[in-house]
């Protein structure tokens, strides 16, 4: 079992950022995968980003250059920088874990935190 934490979210005017950080607990984080997800209101969760075990990453085409993923396996957390926020960023933002590798959909994760608001102002 893996307990997921998140943290770091507010209110952030357009062009601002944020970082969210997710603290896990309970097995092996460092051999898990990670992944960033957000549903905004009325909409459908969808991928943001994801980091596996050897830091490699992959990103959704909307946040390319504005998020980094991140992980610090010493402490059991990962970490999603967010610059250049725009009013279209704001969502529940929620941290995934997996005992496998890549993947984009949150129906491979099997771990998930409570999420964490980020809201955008125009």
């Known amino acids: ?10 209110l952030v005017q357009a062009g601002g950022s ?3 950080s997710c603290a896990a ?3 092996t984080f460092s051999t898990y995968t990670m ?5 905004a209101p009325g909409k459908e969760r969808e991928f943001v980003a994801t980091i596996n075990w050897s830091g ?3 990103y959704e085409d909307s946040v390319k250059g504005r998020f ?3 992980r610090d396996n010493a402490k059991d957390t990962v970490y999603l920088q967010m610059n250049s926020l725009k009013p279209e960023d704001t969502a ?9 590798g ?3 959909s949150q129906y491979e994760y099997d771990y998930w935190g409570q999420g964490t608001q980020v809201t955008v102002s125009s």
């Open 1 to 10: 079992q893996v307990r997921l934490v998140e943290s770091g979210g507010g």
């Open 18 to 20: 944020l970082r969210l």
């Open 25 to 27: 607990s309970g097995r």
């Open 35 to 39: 992944g960033w997800f957000r549903q």
């Open 56 to 58: 490699g990453t992959y």
């Open 68 to 70: 980094t993923i991140s």
């Open 92 to 100: 529940v933002y929620y941290c995934a874990a997996r005992p496998g």
């Open 102 to 104: 890549r993947a984009y």
